[in-house]
């Protein structure tokens, strides 16, 4: 008996102790966030001849994964936003070193977030590992990740806002940030994870997302304090 009852509790303890994928808060509600089932294209089924080009980029992926392309994309995908886009962005990001740049960004990152949550659960599509019963890039992680949906792409999603985010605070970055945004999404492909369609569409509800961001007072006022984060940090970093 009192060795069932250990079993249980170190079964607790276990399950408390994994990580959980937390998300700075959001600038948008639900009434201001886009809805991408409003205006993005529904996903490609395997008969639509336009799902030749699906087809052919995931097979191109494939092809990728044993090249720097191919180590990248794995490198990338349990990466934290900004740790992927500190070097684009020519400054190291953390929520402890640059908290006013990691709320706007990390904010921003939520709504693009919150925006694909809602598109991958109205269509609900298939991701291409799972579709074609093949090994992806990463096998480690195929459990949790077949478990979500393809359409369109939260990474990528995510990193083109993160990107353009950032851009608004230095534009001189903006060329090399979207760069490594699209490389960023394209990993996703290589990886098995998502289709190039996916990605397409995240770039185009990314770009929504930041237009509701635009309007929004409170993006806006973070975005003068991350700034002048990133301008007195920049000065500091000159004078050193």
């Known amino acids: 008996m009192w060795i069932a009852c250990v079993t249980i509790i170190l079964c607790n303890v276990i399950v408390q102790a994994q990580p959980v994928v937390t998300y700075p808060d959001p600038f948008l509600t639900d009434e201001t966030r886009p809805d991408g089932t409003l205006f993005l294209p529904e996903p490609l089924e395997v008969t639509d001849p336009a799902f030749c080009n699906d087809f052919y980029y995931y097979q191109w992926g494939k092809q990728q994964r044993n090249t720097p392309l191919g180590e990248q994309a794995r ?8 740790e992927a886009f500190s070097e684009a962005f020519g400054m190291t990001i953390h929520p402890g070193l640059t908290p006013e740049i990691d709320k706007l960004a990390g904010g921003a990152g939520s709504d693009a977030h919150n925006a694909n949550r809602r598109v991958k659960n109205y269509y609900q599509r298939m991701r291409p590992f799972v579709q074609f019963k093949e090994p992806s890039l990463v096998p480690e992680t195929e459990e949790d990740e077949g478990k979500d949906y393809s359409y369109p ?11 353009m985010t950032l851009a608004l605070i230095e534009p001189d970055s903006a060329n090399v940030l979207m760069k490594r945004a699209y ?39 973070q975005l003068e304090k991350a700034k002048e984060e990133y301008a007195r940090l920049k000065k500091k970093k000159e004078q050193e």
């Open 75 to 82: 490198k990338d995908g349990p990466l934290e936003l900004y």
């Open 153 to 163: 792409s939260g990474h990528a999603t995510r990193g083109y806002v993160y990107a």
């Open 183 to 221: 490389q960023y999404a394209l990993g996703r492909v290589v990886a098995g994870y998502h289709y190039k369609s996916d990605i397409d569409a995240s770039a185009i509800l990314a770009a929504s997302v930041m237009g509701a961001l635009a309007g929004n007072d409170n993006f806006r006022i």
